[in-house]
């Protein structure tokens, strides 16, 4: 089975500040991680996902994360925080070839102040 | 339209009530998914429709639950005898094929609030 575990369930950064967003995960198998977000009032929208490639994964507005399996980890960053990038962001784990057993963490709400 | 819509966007009922929820997925994605996303909690996995395959239904929390899916697209989430209890945000996401990297597409929720 596979779980995530997002430290922190608020995360407010100042605009142009990094953006570090952390994500550890459990799983029996090589996984496959994903970050989605979600802004008010609307359905989740991917921003990048890890399938075993690359371990830096780069994903739409900037956002890019890292695989780390001696970690467990894999963090969401942004250089440079946009007032535009706040939302609620969900990391999510599933097993290869088993997509529907994707797991969600509990969110983390991004509050970028001016 | 191009992505996955849901209605109605907003329910609001009385306890004990049934209620009908529906997802219209992209057209021609074979896996629909149905999420609940309560207050501060992150997405509670429901049920998974395949293709022709008898659907996932592992996720449902009880029987006052059920879903269909009529001729592989629209889907209907049925819930029964509402309790308070089940309000929340039901999302609904579709998935082109059988491939695991492929991206589930998520429709905007119906909010459900149960009086």
């Known amino acids: 089975a596979q779980s995530v575990t997002q430290l922190g369930s608020h995360v407010s950064v100042s605009e142009g500040a990094l953006v570090l967003l952390r994500c550890n995960y459990s799983?029996?198998?090589?996984?496959?991680l994903f970050w989605y977000v979600q802004y008010p009032n609307q359905g989740l929208q991917l921003l990048l996902k890890?399938?075993?490639?690359?371990?830096l994964v780069k994903g739409i507005n900037g956002f890019e994360a890292e695989f780390k399996k001696s970690e467990t980890s894999f963090h969401l960053t942004k250089p440079s925080a946009h007032m535009s990038d706040a939302a609620e962001y969900f990391c999510?784990?599933?097993?290869?070839?088993?997509?529907?057993?994707?797991?969600f963490g509990a969110g983390t709400r991004l509050t970028v102040k001016p | 339209g191009a992505g996955v819509s849901q209605s109605p966007s907003n329910k609001v009922t009385e306890k004990g009530k049934d209620v009908e929820l529906r997802c219209d997925p992209i057209?021609?994605?074979?896996?629909l998914y149905w999420y609940r996303q309560s207050l501060g909690q992150g997405l509670e996995f429901l049920i998974y429709?395949?293709?022709?395959?008898?659907?996932?239904k592992s996720g449902l929390p009880s029987d006052r639950f059920s879903a269909e899916r009529t001729g592989g697209s629209v889907s209907t989430l049925t819930i029964q005898r509402t309790q308070q209890e089940d309000s929340a945000v039901y999302l609904c996401?579709?998935?082109?094929?059988?491939?695991?990297?492929?991206?589930?597409?998520f429709g905007p929720g119906t909010r459900l609030t149960v009086l």
């Open positions: 999510a784990v599933s097993a290869p070839y088993n997509n529907n057993d994707m797991r």
């Open positions: 429709f395949q293709g022709n395959s008898a659907p996932d």
């Open positions: 890890y399938t075993s490639a690359a371990t």
């Open positions: 799983s029996s198998v090589p996984p496959y």
């Open positions: 996401a579709s998935r082109l094929a059988g491939g695991s990297t492929d991206t589930q597409y």
């Open positions: 057209s021609g994605h074979t896996a």
